[in-house]
């Protein structure tokens, strides 16, 4: 591999590999815990709460009778 026209042994590359996995890893975890697992959280809860209201308004009646239809097959 080569950087800048040099070329760079195998260690050289393992120890940039090694230095960079702790700091990313906890970049990694931080977006991971402090936003997309609430946003996935509330995300389905929203819909928990949605769902019954939206297939049960006449403009998606369309929906359950085809849900029903597949599952009475």
């Known amino acids: 591999m080569k950087v800048s026209g040099e070329a ?3 260690e050289t590359i393992d120890r940039l590999k090694d230095l960079l996995i702790s700091p990313l890893g906890a970049i990694g975890d931080r977006l991971f ?3 997309i697992k609430p946003a996935s959280l509330i ?3 929203v819909g928990i709460l949605l769902a019954p209201t939206i297939f049960a308004t006449k403009e ?3 929906v ?3 849900v029903w239809m597949f599952i009475n097959t």
Do not use: E, L, R, Y
Request: proline share 7%; aromatic share 20%; charged share 0%.
């Open 64 to 66: 359950t009778a085809t």
């Open 60 to 62: 998606f009646s369309w």
């Open 8 to 10: 760079q042994t195998p």
């Open 33 to 35: 815990w402090a936003t």
């Open 43 to 45: 995300t389905g809860m």
